[in-house]
T-cell receptor, first 114, second 116 residues
Framework: ETGVTQSPTHLIKTRGQQVTLRCSSQSGHNTVSWYQQALGQGPQFIFQYYREEENGRGNFPPRFSGLQFPNYSSELNVNALELDDSALYLC?????????????FGPGTRLLVL | AQSVSQHNHHVILSEAASLELGCNYSYGGTVNLFWYVQYPGQHLQLLLKYFSGDPLVKGIKGFEAEFIKSKFSFNLRKPSVQWSDTAEYFCAVSGYSGGGADGLTFGKGTHLIIQP
C-alpha cells in the first residue's frame, strides 16, 4: 500500500457530462500528479500540482483541470466528456528525498464514458 | 520531448527461466529512471529506481536493472522468475524541462506471463 487513495473506484458517465475524481496524497507529500491510462497503454501525464498551483502539464486539452487543497488532497475535473476519455485515471503523490523524486500511485478510478 | 520504448509487448516464460525486459529512452537532460509493476487487479507499484551512481540497481522481489548511458537503456532483469511475477511491467523516465515538471513518461508496457 502506498497511502494514496482515490475515489470513486468506478464511474460511468455519458458523453458531454462533467466528472470530478478525487485523490488523497500520502502524508507529507505536497506534490500530486494525475495520469490517464487507456486500455493496453502506459499511463500518460495530465498535470502536476505543487502547493496548490499547477506547475506542469502534459498534452491534454483545457477541459482537463485540477485543484489541490491545503491538506494536499486533489481533484481532477473533466468537462464535456468524450468517448475517448474512458480510461483508468491515476493519482500519484511525489516524495522528495535528497533532491530526487519518486512517485507513488493510488489504485485509480476507472471511468467509462458511454 | 522525452520518450520511452519497451521492445517486448508480450513475453511468456516458464517458471525458473531468466528474464530480461528491454527499455530505451530518449531525453535531452539528466533523467531519473524507474520500473513499475502492475499485478492483475492491483495498482502500480515501484519495483526499482535509478538516479545516479552505481548503474546496477536492485529492487524488490529479486529484480534488478542496469543503466547503460551510452545505449540510453535501462533493462530489467531477474535470474529466475516465479508464477507470481505474472504482471504488466512499465519502464518510466522523469525529468524537467524549462517550463516545469514533465511528469513521468511511461513506455507502453510489457505483459509478462509466467507458466507454471
Amino acid at each position: 500500500e502506498t497511502g494514496v487513495t482515490q475515489s470513486p473506484t468506478h464511474l460511468i458517465k455519458t458523453r458531454g457530462q462533467q466528472v470530478t475524481l478525487r485523490c488523497s496524497s500520502q502524508s507529507g507529500h505536497n506534490t500530486v500528479s494525475w495520469y490517464q491510462q487507456a486500455l493496453g497503454q502506459g499511463p500518460q501525464f495530465i498535470f502536476q500540482y505543487y502547493r496548490e498551483e499547477e506547475n506542469g502539464r502534459g498534452n491534454f486539452p483545457p477541459r482537463f483541470s485540477g485543484l489541490q487543497f491545503p491538506n494536499y488532497s486533489s481533484e481532477l475535473n473533466v468537462n464535456a466528456l468524450e468517448l475517448d476519455d474512458s480510461a483508468l485515471y491515476l493519482c500519484a503523490s511525489k516524495e522528495w528525498a535528497g533532491g530526487r523524486e519518486t512517485q507513488y500511485f493510488g489504485p485509480g478510478t476507472r471511468l467509462l464514458v458511454l | 520531448a522525452q520518450s520511452v520504448s519497451q521492445h517486448n509487448h508480450h513475453v511468456i516464460l516458464s517458471e525458473a527461466a531468466s528474464l530480461e525486459l528491454g527499455c530505451n529512452y530518449s531525453y535531452g537532460g539528466t533523467v531519473n529512471l524507474f520500473w513499475y509493476v502492475q499485478y492483475p487487479g492491483q495498482h502500480l507499484q515501484l519495483l526499482l529506481k535509478y538516479f545516479s551512481g552505481d548503474p546496477l540497481v536492485k529492487g524488490i522481489k529479486g529484480f534488478e536493472a542496469e543503466f547503460i548511458k551510452s545505449k540510453f537503456s535501462f533493462n530489467l532483469r531477474k535470474p529466475s522468475v516465479q508464477w507470481s511475477d505474472t504482471a504488466e511491467y512499465f519502464c518510466a523516465v522523469s525529468g524537467y524541462s524549462g517550463g516545469g515538471a514533465d511528469g513521468l513518461t511511461f513506455g507502453k508496457g510489457t505483459h509478462l506471463i509466467i507458466q507454471p
